[in-house]
């Protein structure tokens, strides 16, 4: 941490929302954020007291009754002009993430995207708040059911998606009629404060929508939070479990998502070029920092060597650098302290054997690691059994089908995984067994679209609802069921009989 009046002169304030307005931190506490690819602090974000979260929070309390009441249709054309705003803005979103993430240009405008995805799914609430309705349930009564908001939510968002993950949560947690509280990674906080901008632009009342940035004492501040009815959280799979149990633990509903280790299998009759494409695209996209990077190949039988070499072929071809440049394919890590332990899982497991060492040829500047390959990985090693959350990408060698879906179901994650083959009838039991919560067919990074939901198994998550799609406004609402009944006054009597539907 460091103080505003420590900050270079340079650097930029990055503010708080609350209420419709940007609002100067009191707590005497900040945080520098980074330029990753060049190494140089671009700007100093507040970090919420306790206070401070209660202002944000007592905001979107105001604001719940005027929001919830709004009528649908009036809401869902709201929405549509949301949609309209932030894809007009696109681009101006992709470079403010780049700037602070590193991604590549090409990435961040990607991800902006998939989250504009939920945005326009989000648009069809009307009919994504249908309830039901039984007519003559019983003699002259009518049974049906609503959905209505819980009232204050929160999302706690990681730094990898700094634009996509949060519109996963405040898109359906705005659509169903509840108010929201963003805390953002304090790593990469900009995307959140401009998107706040833009859905004022759109016309979404203020205190509807706020952003408080910080540490754990706004983490903290948010989980214990009387007035906050549900909190969303992606990130480690520790801090997950953390938020999990303190949420709940305060009365809350919970979703949080954890960490992965996403395994793909090829298998001998694959296409070894379409697999080795698909590997080098998903273990080294956004310098490997996604939830659903594949980390681990699964070679099995001879495919091995073949893949390998194919693999290593392309690794050079990888152009590393800027995110900024448009020829840059990958870009930094988001801090020097997160390259740095990513780089200590190369060469120190005995047996394992580096292929590509991502720390020769990197660029000086900035928080640079290029691919890195590891061959002969196994359960037991550090490089296998931790989410490394970097470009580092290992091969395990496995002799049958059964052992590499072995491999798969015992490891402690479930978030993704795949499978290369020509093989339809392997693929199909490929989905039917392997233990985890999403699965590709020749897909590398399986994210379901808006309409789905995303989400994995065990210690991927935490909770019983996935993010966004159906999982994700049914996690935001709550049903409530009305038995009618209109009957005529001179029938009325006391009868103290349990009620039957006769």
């Known amino acids: 941490m460091t ?6 002169a340079a650097v930029k304030p990055i503010n ?5 307005a940007p609002y100067a931190g009191q707590s005497g506490r900040s945080g520098p954020v980074f330029n990753p690819a060049a190494g140089e602090q671009s700007g100093v974000v507040d970090f919420a007291s306790v206070e401070e979260v209660d202002k944000a929070v007592q905001a979107a309390k105001q604001a719940f009754p005027a929001w919830r009441a709004l009528s649908l249709a009036k809401r869902a054309e709201l ?6 705003l932030l ?3 696109r681009d101006e979103i992709a470079k403010i993430l780049t700037r602070e993430h590193g991604k590549v240009l090409s990435d961040a405008k990607g991800e902006v995207t998939r989250g504009l995805e939920v945005i326009e799914f ?5 009919h994504l708040l249908k309830g039901g309705m039984s007519e003559q349930a019983s003699t002259g009564i009518d049974v049906y059911s609503i959905r209505q908001p819980l009232g204050v939510v929160a999302g706690i968002t990681p730094f990898n998606f700094p634009a996509m993950v949060p519109m996963w949560m405040w898109a359906p947690a705005l659509a169903t009629g509840n108010t929201f509280v963003l805390k953002p990674s304090e790593k990469d906080p900009s995307v959140s404060v401009y998107t706040a901008q833009l859905l004022k632009e759109a016309g979404v009342p203020d205190g509807v929508f706020n952003v408080v ?18 909190v969303s959280f992606v990130g480690s799979t520790p801090i997950a479990k953390y938020v999990y149990e303190t949420a709940t633990a305060n009365g809350k509903r919970c979703q949080a998502l954890g960490g992965a280790k996403n395994h793909m299998v090829v298998l001998p009759d694959a296409d070894i070029a379409m697999a080795a494409d698909a590997a080098v695209s998903a273990a080294y996209g956004s310098a490997g920092e996604r939830c659903m990077a594949v980390s681990m190949v699964v070679a099995v039988g001879d495919v091995a060597d073949p893949l390998i070499d194919a693999i290593k072929q392309r690794i050079p071809n990888v152009k590393v650098g800027d995110g900024m440049d448009s020829s840059s394919e990958m870009g930094p890590l988001i801090t020097r302290e997160h390259r740095d332990k990513v780089a200590s899982y190369i060469g120190t497991d005995d047996g394992a054997k580096v292929v590509v060492d991502g720390r020769d040829g990197a660029p000086d500047d900035g928080f640079f690691l290029a691919p890195t390959l590891l061959d002969d990985l196994r359960p037991g090693m550090k490089a296998y059994d931790d989410e490394i959350f970097g470009p580092v990408l290992g091969v395990t060698r496995v002799s049958t089908y059964d052992e590499a879906v072995r491999m798969i179901n015992e490891n402690p994650y479930g978030n993704g995984t795949a499978i290369f083959t020509r093989d339809g009838g ?4 490929f989905q039917f067994e392997v233990q985890a919560g999403m699965v590709g ?30 999982e994700g406004i049914d996690f935001y609402t709550r049903s409530k069921v009305v038995t009618s009944r209109w009957p005529d006054p001179a029938t009325s009597k006391v009868d103290l009989g349990f009620p039957q539907t006769r």
């Not at 989000?122 to 009307?126: F, K, M, S, W």
């Not at 940035?213 to 549900?230: F, R, T, Y």
């Not at 994210?447 to 935490?462: E, I």
């Open 79 to 84: 929405f549509f002009t949301i949609r309209e």
């Open 3 to 8: 103080d505003v009046v420590d900050a270079p």
């Open 87 to 89: 894809h007009d803005q």
């Open 16 to 20: 708080h929302w609350i209420g419709g």
């Open 213 to 230: 940035h910080g540490d754990k004492i706004a983490v903290d501040a948010i989980l214990e939070h009387a007035d906050i009815a549900a």
């Open 441 to 470: 067919i020749n897909v590398p990074i399986p994210v379901p679209v808006a309409y789905y939901s995303f989400g994995g198994w065990k210690a991927s998550l935490f909770g019983d609802r996935h993010i966004y799609g159906p």
């Open 426 to 429: 392997v693929a199909r039991q």
């Open 122 to 126: 989000c648009c069809g609430l009307p």
